[in-house]
């Protein structure tokens, strides 16, 4: 979906467009995933690129574009594809380029789509319009590819490392549902359907390449919605850490500042596994197996003992890295440029021992 500003005659012909074809079905171009032109072979039939195209396969399509100017329309053709070289920088195409293409051209990984049932737009003046364009991808064939295999796993599920950007702020919605019963006589009753919280977070991640946006349409894609589960920590400051004597080597105890967090194992499902950054770059992943009190106060009993012994000092957080599953079964990139876009994700935590 994208709003795109049309006066003139341009506005015109997004009608007429609209008007004619609203119901068929479109060859459109991807603005994000492009390569300039570097030149063509003689026959006009192999085009060489600039840059390596992944996603170009044979039997898919390819737009050629060259944007207008005040003294020159646009150019735009949309070819099908015969073969790709293994680099991605060479395409052979079905049909032999228009011999009036002008220089400059740039070309798109292009696909078939479908225009929504219901369009809408703003009219700014007489002449002037912001049309709402909306358009699903249909599927032409071919099998689909498989998404790439995840950065990072942790005891059988995905782990996820990357962060949210923090100048748009972290929601948070604490849940813990239940459900009030009512007998008809003495006081209301209650009872709790999942014995856990299910917070959800939703955060926005900033992606600045179209890497980072394929990262999270591949996982999207490998958890399947909603089905899928996987580990990420939640990047807040969750345990505090008391100053005191260094974590020795061996050692299966975590010191808190919380008095209160040592009774969290007990009765708390879903915060039960830690990622613990120091300053190094290292990353501790531990699992809290009880609370408790030791030499010094109130203590986490880990599975794992400590690598080596750790200054306090060296501890940049300790963050809670929960199960979850995503909230809904839609990821929406938001493309801010035709090259840095914004994705908005909301994940729902789950028991720590869900596996369903």
């Known amino acids: 979906m994208f709003t795109p500003l049309a006066a003139g005659v341009q506005q015109r012909v997004y009608q007429r467009l609209l008007a004619m074809w609203q119901h068929r079905a479109f060859l459109m171009a991807d603005w994000a995933r492009k390569s300039p032109l570097q030149s063509l072979s003689p026959d006009r039939r192999t085009l060489h690129l600039r840059d390596p195209l992944p996603g170009l396969e044979a039997g898919g399509l390819l737009t050629l574009r060259v944007d207008g100017s005040p003294d020159r329309p646009v150019w735009s053709r949309t070819l099908e594809i015969e ?3 293994l680099d991605a920088q060479s395409v052979t195409v079905v049909s032999a380029v228009d011999l009036d293409m002008p220089a400059g051209a740039v070309a798109h990984i292009a696909g078939e789509y479908h225009a929504a049932g219901a369009l809408g737009s703003q009219r700014i003046t007489s002449n002037v319009a ?3 364009m909306q358009f699903r991808r249909t599927w032409t064939g071919g099998a689909r590819p498989e998404p790439p295999a995840p950065e990072a796993t942790w ?3 995905e782990l996820i490392l990357r962060r949210p950007n923090w100048a748009q702020r972290v929601n948070l919605a604490h849940q813990h549902p239940f459900d009030w019963v009512d ?3 003495g006081r209301f009753g209650f ?3 999942v014995d856990a919280a299910t917070d959800v977070r939703s955060a926005t991640v900033l992606c600045g390449t179209r890497e980072d946006v394929d990262y999270w349409v591949g996982w999207f894609h490998r958890m399947r919605g909603q089905r899928g589960r996987f580990f990420a920590p939640t990047w807040t400051q969750d345990v ?4 005191g004597e260094p974590l020795l080597e061996g050692g299966l105890q975590l010191p808190v500042d919380d008095p209160g967090e040592v009774n969290r194992p ?3 499902p879903v915060y039960r596994h830690l990622y613990i950054r120091l300053f190094d770059g290292t990353v501790l992943l531990r699992e809290v197996m009880s609370g408790g009190l030791g030499e010094a106060g109130p203590v986490l009993n880990l599975d794992l003992p400590w690598p080596r012994d750790i200054e306090r000092s060296e501890i940049v957080a300790i963050h809670y890295m929960p199960k979850w599953r995503s909230a809904n079964d839609r990821l929406t990139v938001l493309w801010r440029t035709d090259g840095v876009a914004e ?3 909301s994940w729902q935590v789950l028991r720590s021992d869900d596996d369903d």
């Open 240 to 243: 505090g850490l008391p100053p």
């Open 183 to 185: 007998t008809g006589r």
């Open 266 to 268: 007990d009765s708390d």
């Open 83 to 85: 073969d790709v070289a």
């Open 191 to 193: 009872r709790t359907p």
């Open 130 to 132: 912001v049309p709402t």
């Open 155 to 157: 005891r059988g599920h």
């Open 343 to 345: 994705i908005t994700l």
